[in-house]
């Protein structure tokens, strides 16, 4: 049995290159290789988890509740698998009631489900930039145009999403929904201020709009931080995501929303038109593993392995990226986010770094519109720190050597390879440390 | 841990007959009671399992592969599973390629996506009459307008297709597609004939169209015979759907589609932006059993199982069910369809059933035009032969003691409860054998 190639990097040359098939096949003949190091898949690291417990657990589900773990349940979900997941959420300090939930498949199918709920075509959702793949795809299936808000070190700027709105009004247009990761963002790497939530939280409310909280890193701080959920600050008004992927296994298919009783009930028939059910047996896996083993263990356990990892790229892109090149400074979750100089396109530059044996998502894949050629998302959660090294190492090498050319051809006056919509140069974007 | 209620009836409480909360909440107080015999639900006998074998499956996935199995995967599942069913498929003589195949959640995500490939609000399917009612979920979430196509006890009646074909063609109209349950409808519980395969056929070539053929119940024919599929018949123009929730747990929620290249190409990348990919742990624990298990062995003694439950429900029928009640003859899968005399309306029947300790679905969910109110659907494969006596026996009396009223009442002039499109006489749709 093998693990058939990286769905992330996939996901990315089919939907935003729109490679051929041919193509693709030949780029992933190489990725798959295991002397590639691949920064590209957000893939947790599944072999930290204790398999011993999880043996003991499957063992206890299949023994003790087999007959049921193989049937056909309920389209929201088990309400055992609910109650724990309310604990879930109170360990972040988020109040939920075991009715307020419905069982997804992962958090995606929670984004589908919603986009399926609230977009009409050509409705507006509005989204930082750059923001999670997975929603664009959810959003664009259903033909949402989506806006971006800008960000820098502290998260999406409150400024830059009240212009937003003031401008879509001004159209006599109005978002669907504000959709936002607020914690440790995919690809980012930042959190939303404990002061912009609260300010966005009140144009969310003056504007009478709904905000999308999609919460998959909220338990992996380094530091075990915790921080203010919408859903804490604008109950009505928000509807949460969650997910088991990134706390327990993403082969468990296992996420959540929460979120108002009208917008559920809804929910739960799409879902129903859409899979009838989750998985018994994966739910009540979860279950089991959240009810009987010490999970908030596991999850400290993951925060160490991806603070070391972290920690490791970090030093290794100020050792070994050219002069030029920034990075955000996560402090949690699974990604570093890179801007280069001028001259760079990154889509262009990911053949060439697969022949180096290195991989990455270039950052036009985190945008609806096209910006992003100059940045590219880098995923220190599977490597080991020895491999990030190794893998930074080569890129590093590859962008100097790029760099060269670049000023050897343009001099000082290399094309901009940003997009339709180059941020100014004194708002940076997301950017933060230098190199 | 318990599985909450019964999710069959509870979708058709919600969807159907749009109870209210409290209603429901109300019906299913009493339904989910132990001493309520149902034949509501379409629920495999997931007790008949061999579950040292799925133990020890399980433990093999976890122990030889747990890091993969707990990752995520590629959105069109894994090869080595795709490899295992193209081998099911081939037990049915249905030839198929591992990349033919993507895997889905059950047959029901499959149907969702291809809806949403296909179907643009207010485009025709043509299905039988009745129908999967999670078919008609997956369509009518997609805006589609279902047009049914009469039955009798050999299937889909040809002639019938043909003039629906016909007059859609004359209002300058064309369906989607044809979609069909062949084997062991449900709810119908009848096969479509092999003479009938062939016509039906040529009816799709000489219309330019496409059939969804979905096969849940093929490998569960009491002796074991395997028909023609529409994919051997017209392999470019069929799509075909299979699931392992009858034929191994539904609980895995494993299905799959096998389409031509272009259809299964755009189907990879809508399930993407549904839920990612299918859980690699279900995946690996369905091609564990597949290779590892005499699966071949568990789907002989479900048919036993089944058949036995089949004959039980039948004979108690011809012992307990009025004069005038007719319904068909099951030589597989799950499912008696049941008609009754004039007068009475099963969605109003089904509050007394449940009082008298039995339920059942009735009739008009399974049309999407309000038909069947004098049509019920049972299922077998769940109650032992002892509850199916007991159920059968209930709702006997329940509707002897109705007919009683109904003949009191209105004397030989009885309301018709068909429903809008009331059949005539000499073409009595599923029906077959009397009482």
Request: negative net charge.
């Amino acid at each position: 049995m093998r693990l058939d190639t990286d769905p992330y990097l996939q996901r990315y040359a089919t939907r935003v290159r729109g490679m051929a098939a041919s193509e693709i096949r030949a780029l992933f003949s190489v990725v798959s290789r295991p002397e590639v190091v691949s920064f590209a898949g957000g893939m947790p690291y599944t072999a930290a988890l204790d398999f011993q417990a999880v043996e003991d657990v499957v063992v206890e589900v299949i023994r003790d509740h087999g007959p049921t773990a193989l049937q056909y349940g309920g389209g929201q979900g088990l309400e055992g698998l609910r109650e724990q997941l309310v604990d879930v959420m109170a360990y972040e300090n988020i109040a939920a009631h075991t009715d307020d939930l419905i069982i997804t498949v992962g958090g995606q199918q929670a984004l589908e489900l919603i986009a399926k709920v609230f977009i009409n075509p050509g409705d507006v959702i509005v989204a930082e930039g750059p923001t999670y793949v997975g929603a664009l795809g959810a959003f664009s299936s259903h033909q949402a145009e989506v806006v971006h808000v800008r960000m820098d070190a502290d998260g999406m700027i409150p400024e830059s999403l009240a212009e937003t709105l003031e401008r879509l009004a001004a159209d006599a247009r109005r978002a669907k929904f504000v959709y936002t990761v607020p914690n440790h963002q995919n690809p980012g790497g930042v959190s939303l201020s404990v002061e912009r939530r609260e300010r966005i939280a009140e144009l969310i409310e003056a504007h009478d709009l709904v905000v999308l909280e999609d919460n998959p890193y909220g338990l992996l701080d380094f530091e075990g931080i915790t921080w203010p959920s919408f859903r804490e600050l604008i109950p009505d008004r928000t509807i949460y995501v969650g997910t088991v992927s990134k706390t327990f296994a993403p082969g468990a298919r296992i996420g959540w929303v929460a979120a108002p009783g009208p917008v559920r009930n809804k929910l739960t028939l799409l879902r129903e038109a859409a899979d009838l059910c989750p998985s018994n047996l994966t739910q009540m896996i979860v279950e089991t593993w959240l009810r009987r083993q010490p999970w908030q263990e596991q999850v400290k356990r993951f925060r160490e392995v991806y603070r070391e990892r972290a920690e490791t790229m970090l030093r290794s892109l100020a050792d070994e990226f050219p002069e030029g090149c920034t990075w955000t400074d996560p402090r949690g979750g699974f990604y570093v986010w890179v801007t280069l100089p001028r001259g760079i396109d990154t889509s262009d530059l990911l053949a060439k770094a697969v022949n180096k044996r290195v991989a990455y998502v270039p950052g036009r894949g985190f945008y609806a519109d096209g910006q992003g050629g100059d940045q590219l998302r880098l995923c220190y959660s599977y490597p080991t720190p020895e491999r990030i090294r190794e893998g930074v190492t080569r890129l590093g090498e590859l962008l100097h050597d790029e760099l060269e050319l670049v000023r050897a051809v343009y001099g000082g006056d290399a094309p901009d390879t940003h997009g339709p919509t180059r941020r100014h140069d004194h708002d940076s974007g997301v950017a933060g440390r230098g190199g």
